[in-house]
């Protein structure tokens, strides 16, 4: 069997989706993307075609040592995104061929379903009671919000006390036994980050989320120490070596490798290995779509320190098109009572609807995040 073919289609609302064919008619579906820069990515997966078209598809970890070893330049979001849902196309298509669920292939589930959370409040976080209730009422025992919206380096510590409000109007609503994530998303400081952390502890946060940019991460240990609760961290992490470092550092309970953004499965499950050996938890970042959902349910699925897994499911990034929009079993990916049950079918465990992906990709998109300013007129992080 070789890859005779690499074929892309941009969809709404923000996602690339990839389909490998082969000249024995077995294909394999990945989704390689940096939101906001989907066309970047898609030049750099045909650039890379160059190296897979002839070659045998089952020789996934040869094929992506040639992807990654085979450029001078190695890493960063662009590379490893195109590679990601190359590897994640490689995993399925060998698992449609064999009759398995990818997870076979990596030694077995070692559980059954896994518990998922949903997102609410927005990018400027809003109503967020209100949507927490929402949320536990359709069975989610954990949500995820923004913690903050724009906040300068040195703020007025007004600031602090509307996101530390915020959180304590969702703990007032939703209990002390509903898991509450905080996403700082990078946009809180260190100098603002050391008080907002600490403000928080009195609310059990199940986690929060990048407390700093990632290129600030060694500031942890000045701003985090012996806080009651864990952090979170690793979207914006593209190798196993980032994650390395990150570990060594012992700052971190929780990594988030993004399967669309940390090399695919076979990255992904390198980098959990990583940090089980840290004790470290699992919790795959994923705001994005069917496919790179289903794989990181195939990696949660071997990954014992696997804990929780985001989904996108109604987010507010999902303007014209949903998670289950593309699939033709949509019942593949179904959330019941805050679980998702592991896909059991050939390769990912879920089958999308080519014709469908056609006729949005005529639709396409050209979604970029929001560019945000301070009161002076300087960019905000967003």
């Known amino acids: 069997m070789k890859i005779t073919a690499l074929k892309t289609w941009q969809v709404p609302p923000r996602w690339l989706f990839l389909k490998i064919e082969t000249d024995a008619g077995v294909y394999g579906w990945g989704e390689p993307v940096v939101e906001g820069r989907a066309a970047t990515v898609e030049a750099a997966v045909h650039e890379l075609a160059d190296y897979l078209v002839g070659q045998d598809p089952h020789r996934i970890e040869h094929l992506w040592n040639m992807l990654y070893r085979g450029g001078f330049y190695r890493g960063g979001p662009v590379l490893m995104s195109a590679i990601a849902g190359i590897d994640q196309a490689l995993w399925d298509l060998k698992g449609r061929d064999l009759g398995v669920p990818v997870h076979q292939l990596l030694g077995g589930a070692c559980r059954d379903k896994m518990r998922v959370y949903a997102w609410t409040g927005g990018d400027r976080p809003q109503d967020v009671a209100a949507g927490a209730r929402a949320l536990v009422d359709q069975g989610f025992t954990a949500f995820k919000m923004n913690g903050s919206a724009e906040m300068a380096i040195v703020d007025s510590h007004s600031k602090i006390d509307q996101a530390v409000a915020r959180v304590a109007e969702a703990r007032a609503e939703v209990g002390r036994d509903v898991g509450i994530a905080i996403d700082f998303h990078g946009r809180v400081h260190r100098p603002m980050a050391k008080a907002l952390l600490r403000e928080l502890e009195q609310y059990h946060p199940m986690f929060v989320e990048e407390p700093v940019l990632p290129e600030h991460l060694p500031a942890l240990k000045h701003i985090a120490g012996n806080l009651g609760y864990p952090l979170a961290t690793g979207e914006r992490l593209h ?67 696997a804990f929780i ?40 465990g879920v089958e999308i609807d080519e014709a469908y992906v056609e006729e949005r990709a005529r639709v396409g998109h050209r979604w970029r995040n929001p560019v945000w300013t301070h009161e002076d007129g300087s960019i905000a992080e967003w």
């Not at 990034?317 to 079918?345: C, H, M, Q, R």
């Open 239 to 305: 190798t196993r070596y980032q994650f390395r470092d990150l570990l060594a550092e012992g700052m971190i309970d929780i990594i988030q490798p993004d399967l669309s953004h940390c090399g695919g499965i076979s990255e992904g499950l390198k980098i959990a290995t990583l940090a089980s050996a840290q004790d470290v938890a699992l919790a795959p970042h994923c705001p994005l779509g069917p496919l790179t959902l289903a794989a990181s349910l195939q990696l949660d699925a071997v990954c014992h320190n």
């Open 309 to 348: 897994q985001e989904q996108s499911m109604g987010i507010h990034y999902n303007k014209g098109n949903d998670v289950l929009d593309y699939l033709v079993d949509k019942s593949a990916l179904k959330i019941e009572n805050g679980f998702i049950a592991i896909p059991d079918g050939p390769g990912l």
